[in-house]
């Protein structure tokens, strides 16, 4: 469903963007961020936290319209592949790194793993 909002923002993004200027568009973002970290430690309703998860979603899709607008606008057009695909492989790279690193923590500490079953 996280899908459809950053859908939405997508749609939106370039009139709410002009609207707001991109300068405000990433401070209200970022606002945005920290207040949907802290719904999702202190809230107990799922409607508040719907609405910081809708809030977010915009963001992501604002977010990505801006950087990659002014990413886009400060590289020299020769180096517009390049930059495009290092930040891509940054970016992948980061994403696989913290979803697999994790699991290794545990097992480099010395610390073990509950997996909730009776070990024999």
Known sequence: MRSGWGLLGSVIGDRLIAWVTATWTIRVGLIIEAGLHLTLATSRSPYL???AWFAFGVHGALWTIVGTSLRQRLTPPAMLG????TTLFIAAGGTAWARSS???LPQRSG???RTGRASA
């Open 49 to 51: 936290v719907g609405i």
């Open 102 to 104: 994790p699991a290794g």
């Open 111 to 113: 610390s073990r793993r």
């Open 82 to 85: 390049r930059v495009g695909s």
